[in-house]
């Protein structure tokens, strides 16, 4: 990873961005065991995406040796959470 672009998509539609991933409070998103905070990620680049990080230097994080993205579902939701895939540049 170069950049520092991290973005995850979601399945099954091309809307579910939002209450999948940004509102619900069950889906933690970390970085090297860093908890990322929702505030700062938005919509990107469709409905069905959210841009987690736009750029190393955006907050606290900088490039590291490694880099370990992490999600966690906390508790049982009632909406399956399906991820269809993760991009970092």
Known sequence: MTAG?????GC???TVGQDMFLEN????FKLNDRVLDKSNMDIY???KCIRLLKWFGDGEYEK???MILTIEIVETVPNEVKI???VAL
């Open 5 to 9: 672009l991290v973005f995850v998509c």
């Open 12 to 14: 099954c539609g091309k």
């Open 25 to 28: 409070e069950n889906v933690v």
């Open 45 to 47: 680049p469709n409905k």
């Open 64 to 66: 590291e040796d490694s």
């Open 84 to 86: 269809s895939h993760v």
